[in-house]
T-cell receptor
Framework: DSGVTQTPKHLITATGQRVTLRCSPR?????VYWYQQSLDQGLQFLIH???????AKGNILERFSAQQFPDLHSELNLSSLELGDSALYFC???????????FGQGTRLTVV | SQQGEEDPQALSIQEGENATMNCSYK?????LQWYRQNSGRGLVHLIL?????REKHSGRLRVTLDTSKKSSSLLITASRAADTASYFC??????????FGAGTQVVVTP
């Protein structure tokens, strides 16, 4: 158990819908990273938050947004879902930029 | 891009043999991390090596880092069937962002 908790584990939803994925980082970790893993794109970096502030953005679509709350948990919002958004979504947390990043078990999103 | 590129893409070995995989990257890094992923499951952290370190060991794992060549290697000694998985290297920038490559698929047969 990495100590990073992601909910839900599985999500099936229809095209056009909106979903929210939740991540609770390891106790004490200030950084949260979101990644998308699909068969054709591999592991893609989406966004990084540090202590509530956005630090870096990767290949994140405009339909996707995220935030980190004062209690350090983070949510990734995906809207106007398309079939191609079906993927595994991971969050990771780390204490600092030079310490290990631990991943949650992921949320498997299926858009039908 | 700091994206790690693993080589080989796939590796098939027998139990008891050693498995070596390599990683190359393009720009300067803060550290480099290795992960294992069993099919469709979460990423398990294996080891972190900092940019000022050259070699690190953890159990049956040995990682090397050559920043002058922008490359790293992961050696798994005395492989077991349970080591069957995909292995990813993740060069990490100064913000802690990991850039993954496509990974090396390792199959260990009994």
């Amino acid at each position: 158990d990495s100590g990073v908790t992601q909910t839900p584990k599985h999500l099936i939803t229809a095209t056009g819908q909106r979903v929210t994925l939740r991540c609770s980082p390891r106790s004490g970790d200030l950084s949260v990273y979101w990644y998308q893993q699909s068969l054709d794109q591999g592991l893609q970096f989406l966004i990084h938050y540090y202590n509530g502030e956005e630090r870096a953005k990767g290949n994140i679509l405009e339909r996707f947004s995220a935030q980190q709350f004062p209690d350090l948990h983070s949510e990734l919002n995906l809207s106007s879902l398309e079939l191609g958004d079906s993927a595994l979504y991971f969050c990771a947390s780390s204490l600092t930029e030079n310490t290990e990043a631990f991943f949650g078990q992921g949320t498997r999103l299926t858009v039908v | 891009s700091q994206q790690g590129e693993e080589d080989p893409q796939a590796l098939s070995i027998q139990e008891g043999e050693n498995a070596t995989m390599n990683c190359s990257y393009k720009t300067s890094i803060n550290n480099l991390q290795w992960y294992r992923q069993n099919s469709g499951r979460g990423l398990v952290h294996l080891i972190l090596i900092r940019s000022n370190e050259r070699e690190k060991h953890s159990g049956r794992l040995r990682v090397t880092l050559d920043t002058s060549k922008k490359s790293s290697s992961l050696l798994i000694t005395a492989s077991r069937a349970a080591d069957t998985a995909s292995y990813f290297c993740a060069p990490t920038d100064s913000w802690g962002k990991l850039q993954f490559g496509a990974g090396t698929q390792v199959v260990v047969t009994p």
